[in-house]
């Protein structure tokens, strides 16, 4: 029999790798009674259907409180086939799924997609769950019912109640159904943590390093590992039709190079759909801006301007200090505001 979670949890906090915390305490019964009820074994028969799966659980609350890290321990005590992993992620698999079942002209392209995924596991553990993209807002109800009824635990993990899911979305009434059919089959629970864990891995830490080269780059290599934990998966994002592509991401952190997002032809909505999807967005090797290079300088103010707006946190290496990274050229004036947003976003505390 496998470690439980209680005792997985309380063995990490005695060796020092985590803090305690109440409110993280309070969640882990949620978490075990879903492992022990996967544990028994399955009664079905030839005459005879296996009992229904043990209610999910939707954890929801405030970013950097552990949710992450309690999915990853809960995983870590199951003795089934279990996946982790992005919500984001999930959903472009399923999409592309279900648009080849298209072209082949299968009548119900969500039920062979929903049953390739519980034919492999029988739980699904989800990161952020958040829905705000209409393709999946259509897709996600009919996708989840198959995957309970086949027999699927859901658990994921949220920054917000399902309520305000797929907010003053399109055809938001069609959504619905899902919200109802999440309160039906997964326990909603909010883990209402003190702390922020994640402020407190970057508290003392330096979030701009210049100029470019070896240390800046060891440097953020070691806040890369602290965030990250050693995993990463790449990313791929729809935006109108197109995808943008996050080479590596890991628990709401995203690592990419300038070039990256400011050297390709990406706009406004490319950068609202990355700072609402990330909570923390590393950006390395920005260089100094001119009017050689004004394209990518316009796209980086543009950027800069949706990690402000939606409070991302942002942790960089530059050519120079933000007041000098762009400092002749069309746009050098209007860049004093950019300079400000960049120097506001390394204060002690921003993004919570």
């Known amino acids: 029999m496998s470690e439980t979670l209680p005792a997985l949890y309380e063995r990490r906090v005695a060796e020092g790798t985590l803090d305690a915390d109440p409110a993280q305490r309070e969640t882990l019964p949620e978490f075990e009674r879903i492992r022990e009820e996967l544990a028994k074994p399955r009664k079905g028969g ?95 109800g009919r996708l989840f019912e198959q995957l309970v009824a086949a027999g699927c635990v859901v658990v994921t993990t949220s920054n917000r109640v399902p309520d305000d899911l797929y907010k003053d979305g399109l055809n938001r009434q069609l959504f619905l159904p899902f919200i109802d059919h999440i309160k039906d089959t997964m326990v909603v629970k909010e883990l209402a943590a003190a702390r922020d864990y994640r402020q ?40 109108q039709g197109r995808t943008l592509a996050l080479p590596r991401f890991s628990n709401g952190v995203a690592r990419a190079r300038f070039y990256d997002l400011c050297g390709r032809m990406l706009g406004p909505a490319d950068y609202l759909k990355l700072a609402e999807t990330v909570r923390v967005l590393i950006l390395e090797d920005v260089p100094q801006l001119s009017r050689q ?60």
Do not use: C
């Open 293 to 352: 290079n004004f394209n990518e300088a316009k796209r980086f103010v543009t950027l800069i301007d949706a990690l402000y707006e939606a409070r991302t946190r942002l942790i960089m290496s530059a050519a120079a200090a933000p007041e000098y990274l762009y400092v002749e050229g069309v746009g050098a004036f209007e860049f004093d505001r950019t300079a400000s947003r960049l120097r506001e976003m390394q204060s002690e505390g921003w993004g919570s």
């Open 200 to 239: 407190d891995r970057l508290a003392g830490t330096d979030t701009y390093f210049t100029p470019n080269g070896p240390e800046a780059r060891e440097a953020i290599e070691a806040v890369w590992q602290r965030l990250s934990d050693g995993r990463e998966e790449p990313l791929e994002l729809r935006v």
């Open 46 to 140: 030839l005459f005879r259907k296996a009992p229904p799966p043990p209610k999910g659980l939707y954890l929801w609350g405030g970013v950097g409180r552990g949710k992450s890290m309690l999915m990853d321990l809960f995983v870590e005590t199951l003795e089934v086939p279990a996946r982790r992993v992005h919500f984001h992620a999930f959903m472009q698999e399923i999409q592309s799924g279900v648009h080849a079942e298209r072209q082949k002209g299968t009548e119900d392209p969500i039920r062979p997609v929903a049953r390739k995924v519980s034919d492999a596991v029988r739980v699904l553990a989800f990161d952020e769950m958040q829905i705000t993209d209409i393709a999946d807002a259509m897709i996600v």
